[in-house]
């Protein structure tokens, strides 16, 4: 561990960092999902592991794991945000190792570095949810396929492909993170897509129906274990209503997307980029001979070398669209998006032409450039195919095609059912290896700019730069990374359940002449500001709830009223003094409906709103 000191050094620091600011902020709605309702209702573990069954089918590794560590550390924000503040320290970690692997000390820094910095990282650090879970599972499978592939180098044998420690690892982490979120399953299906490549690739004389008969065993024994470990999930995936209503999307999605299909973004764009990259990477080779300076050389077939190129050349600016607008730069701050269509037509092709980050469109250029020419210098001369530095090699195709699948999937997937929200952190395990790919090209950047000043004024950084290469690696940190990873952590406070409990708890308990009665707005049919009522107050709980969906019906069905206004509430209502009616995860502004029925019947009293129009609202029942 001595030989990692700096990176161990750095992730304390992190760790150390985001733990003063755990506690800070309320939990939010997704939150108290986890540590609530999914998780303290229940009194042992075995009614929380039972009720998971029914309550979460599909991903319930994280509140499974999440449930006995409140038990022993307590359910307070900064107990529970903890555990996502060392998943994250255990990604960052591994990320290095897995950078350090494939290719130096110095690029391995600035790797975790970018990643220690990024806003997402920091912001899923700071969430007790799904997220830093993924996050390590995806880091550590990354770097135990890696670990894998070279071992396979040394003998491709039914045994050693099987009979082997790193498939045992692989197989276990791939089970967990299938457990740990639905679309880890993007991960899933990019991972086995990459080995499958690098199985056609191992120069074996045995068919290509074995090897992938290979790549099918090894993946298919993940998905056997998830049905084995958790039932629930088989029928959630067999369920008829689920198919049905997947068909019947599928062609209303198609018809869609050709209807707004736009030639010029999904055409022309990619291939001006790919034109743009061939231009660029002329210009490098006919104008400035940049020394590659690579010890491995190795031929391809001519098929091989033509499909590989082909892959490069498609796959590198796709990517490269991506990652500019991953969330982690700051180009934009809005993570929600209406549609998987525009994300890609609209927030990914449009965003580099029409706003002036130059930066990143160098960053663009030089990923494309250094990505074309790191596997160009395979092509060169020949050495057996079996070669761990090969695989190594080889891998600088393994960011760009777990980040560019995932999206695509995902694009297809939102495509289906339009009224749900695309959020970056449902392809989360993309982060790790979209840094490994920006701080390659920012590290090829510094070559070739030493490179042009050595031909141009004699002098030369390279020596200082690997001198100081730790330096260098904060200085891009803090510059591409700091801004928005400042406003994470310096951010008001959205969340308002601890705040407005509190609020209510003061004004209840300094007013005992009065009786009050609370009603809280909702997605589901669940109070969840009784979480904080119970932490702050004995007696204090929310009486009724008004779901989205009610306050809906009431513009849309004349004479609907909420079933929390229905006649027999409404006379448990009218027995108190006050109505108080909150707004913890919506706008009062989404619940106008009821705000005029309740306004019809009450004067309203008082309004402890914020600029969001978040809070809570106060009703005189008795002087109407």
């Not at 609530?36 to 998971?52: D, K, P, S, V």
């Not at 449930?67 to 359910?75: E, K, T």
């Amino acid at each position: 561990m001595i030989k990692h000191k700096v990176a161990l050094i750095s992730i304390f620091i992190f760790f150390v960092a985001l733990f003063l600011q755990a506690g800070l902020h309320s939990y939010w709605l997704d939150e108290l999902y986890s540590v609530y309702m999914r998780g303290i209702l229940y009194e042992t573990f075995a009614q929380h592991f039972n009720n998971m069954r029914e309550v979460n089918a599909v991903y319930p590794l994280y509140e499974i794991t999440l449930y006995p560590w409140m038990q022993i550390f307590g359910h307070n924000e900064t107990s529970t945000r903890t555990l996502s503040i060392l998943f994250v320290c255990g990604a960052a970690f591994f990320l290095y190792l897995f950078t350090l692997r494939l290719f130096s000390k110095q690029l391995a820094i600035i790797t975790l570095l970018f990643f220690l910095f990024s806003n997402l990282a920091i912001r899923f650090a700071l969430d007790a949810r799904y997220y830093g879970q993924m996050l390590l599972l995806s880091s550590i499978s990354s770097y135990i396929l890696l670990r894998y592939s070279e071992c396979l180098c040394k003998s491709f044998s039914w045994k050693n492909t099987f009979y082997n420690k790193y498939f045992l690892i692989l197989t276990l982490i791939n089970t967990a993170l299938l457990l740990n979120h639905v679309f880890n399953y993007l991960f899933f299906i990019a991972q086995a897509l990459f080995v499958t490549f690098l199985m056609l690739a191992q120069k074996e004389h045995e068919p290509w129906y074995l090897k992938i008969t290979k790549v099918l065993l090894i993946y298919i024994v993940p998905l056997l274990l998830v049905a084995m470990l958790w039932p629930p999930i088989i029928k959630f995936v067999l369920n008829s209503e689920i198919i049905n209503i997947a068909q019947a999307q599928l062609v209303s999605s198609l018809y869609s997307i050709l209807q707004h299909f736009s030639f010029t973004k999904f055409i022309i764009l990619p291939l001006a980029i790919v034109l743009i990259t061939l231009v660029f990477r002329f210009f490098v080779r006919k104008f400035i001979t940049i020394p590659i300076n690579v010890k491995l050389h190795i031929t391809f077939p001519n098929t091989h070398n033509r499909i590989l190129f082909l892959i490069i050349l498609l796959l590198t600016p796709l990517t490269s669209f991506f990652i500019i607008n991953f969330n982690t730069f700051g180009i934009k701050t809005a993570e929600s998006l209406p549609s998987a269509f525009i994300v890609f037509s609209d927030y990914l092709v449009s965003t580099i032409f029409t706003r002036p980050h130059v930066a990143y469109i160098i960053l663009l250029l030089l990923l494309i450039y250094v990505v074309i020419q790191q596997i160009r210098t395979i092509t060169q001369s020949g050495i057996n195919y079996n070669n761990i530095l090969l695989t190594r090699r080889l891998f600088l195709l393994y960011p760009i095609t777990v980040i560019l699948l995932s999206f695509t999937l995902i694009v297809v997937i939102f495509s289906f059912e339009h009224e749900y929200t695309f959020y970056t952190r449902y392809i989360l395990f993309c982060l790790p290896l979209i840094m490994i790919l920006t701080s390659f090209a920012i590290k090829k950047g510094l070559l070739l700019f030493d490179y042009i000043l050595s031909n141009i004024y004699k002098r030369s950084i390279k020596r200082f730069y690997l001198k100081h290469s730790l330096l260098f690696s904060l200085l891009f940190a803090i510059v591409l990374f700091a801004p928005n990873s400042y406003k994470r952590i310096t951010r008001t406070d959205n969340n308002s359940w601890k705040e407005i409990s509190i609020q209510i708890k003061n004004i209840i308990n300094t007013d005992t002449t009065h009786k009050y009665i609370i009603v809280e707005t909702a997605i589901e049919n669940f109070p969840t500001l009784d979480y904080y009522l119970k932490r702050y107050s004995k007696d204090l709980l929310v009486d009724f709830v008004v779901q989205g969906t009610e306050n809906k019906k009431m513009a849309t069905e004349k004479g609907f009223l909420p079933e929390a206004f229905s006649n027999s509430n409404m006379q448990q209502i009218e027995k108190n003094d006050y109505l108080i009616i909150t707004f913890t995860h919506q706008s009062s502004d989404s619940y106008a409906n009821v705000l005029r029925f309740l306004s019809s019947k009450y004067k309203p009293k008082t309004k402890f709103l914020d600029i969001r129009n978040r809070g809570f609202i106060i009703f005189d029942i008795q002087n109407n």
